[in-house]
């Protein structure tokens, strides 16, 4: 187990984000599946399944992959972008279910419009933390200088 953990530290930080992000989403999706099942609109569920992956996201991230995003400052950089990829997730997720999905059954309509509710806000959200936490490590460092 400690070779496989060591392996997994010396992969590529995009490498260990989508691997975090994959055990993250499935959890996410089996939640939002699930309550929209007992009735509740697809835009909260959405929202609900996202706040629980964002807090297990968080603490694998701190783990795994962004250094810098312990303590205080890097929970608001992670919070901040989290609040800004919620907005554009419940957004695509609405859009796809309502607009561009609607030909589809109610279970493709719902995997499609999901799908583009994580896949999108990903790649935007590593990129933005990506570039924070550069920043706010060389911030850190010059500091101790």
Do not use: C
């Not at 496989?4 to 590529?12: E, G, R, S, V």
């Not at 609109?41 to 783990?63: A, C, H, K, P, Q």
């Not at 997720?93 to 999905?101: A, K, P, V, Y």
């Amino acid at each position: 187990m400690k070779k496989l953990h060591d392996w997994f530290m010396k992969t590529p930080g995009i490498f260990r984000y989508l691997v975090n992000s994959f055990v993250v989403t499935v959890i996410d999706v089996i939640i939002v599946w699930i309550l929209v099942q007992f009735g509740v609109d697809i835009v909260v569920s959405n929202t609900i399944g996202v706040v629980i992956g964002f807090l297990l996201d968080y603490m694998l991230s701190v783990i795994y992959v962004f250094d810098s995003a312990k303590g205080k400052g890097g929970f608001a950089i992670y919070l901040s972008t989290f609040i800004m990829g919620l907005f554009l997730a419940d957004f695509l997720i609405w859009w796809g279910n309502t607009r561009l999905f609607v030909m589809f059954s109610e279970m493709v309509n719902f995997l499609f419009s999901k799908g583009l509710s994580i896949i999108i806000p990903f790649f935007i959200m590593y990129g933005i933390r990506k570039a924070l936490y550069q920043r706010r490590s060389k911030k850190m460092k010059e500091r101790k200088i």
